[in-house]
Nanobody
Framework: QVHLVESGGGLVQTGGSQRLSCAVS????????MAWFRQAPGKEREFVAA????????YYADSVRGRFTISRANAGNTVYLQMNSLNPKDTAIYYCAADQRAVVVTLPPHYPYWGQGTHVTVSS
């Protein structure tokens, strides 16, 4: 079983930056494509960013491209989401997810492993 624990959420002002972390533990033999999703109040969970275990390629939702950066460290056991130029529309619970497919996917049902989420609130 893979365990994912997010950290780094909190309150930030519009235009500010924040970095989220996701620690991967348990059966970490990999490979795991890692992704970040978010869910705002009253909305469905949506894809934010992903990074391929195999290629290191990064994938982003249009709404965050150019502002957010996903990266990994510690042999893939830590994944980060650097968020810049934040605005109130970025307010949500952010979730880390892992998947072992050969290709990166962006739909939540395709990810079997999830963290508990971390709240990010962007004040106007």
């Amino acid at each position: 079983q893979v365990h994912l624990v997010e950290s780094g959420g909190g309150l930030v002002q519009t235009g500010g930056s924040q970095r989220l972390s996701c620690a991967v533990s348990g059966r970490t033999s990999g490979p795991y494509n890692m992704a970040w999703f978010r869910q705002a109040p009253g909305k469905e969970r949506e894809f934010v960013a992903a990074i391929s275990w195999y290629s290191g390629n990064e994938y982003y939702a249009d709404s965050v491209r150019g502002r957010f950066t996903i990266s990994r460290a510690n042999a893939g056991n830590t994944v980060y989401l650097q968020m810049n130029s934040l605005n109130p529309k970025d307010t949500a619970i952010y979730y880390c997810a892992a998947d072992q497919r050969a290709v990166v996917v962006t739909l939540p049902p395709h990810y079997p492993y999830w963290g508990q989420g971390t709240h990010v609130t962007v004040s106007s």
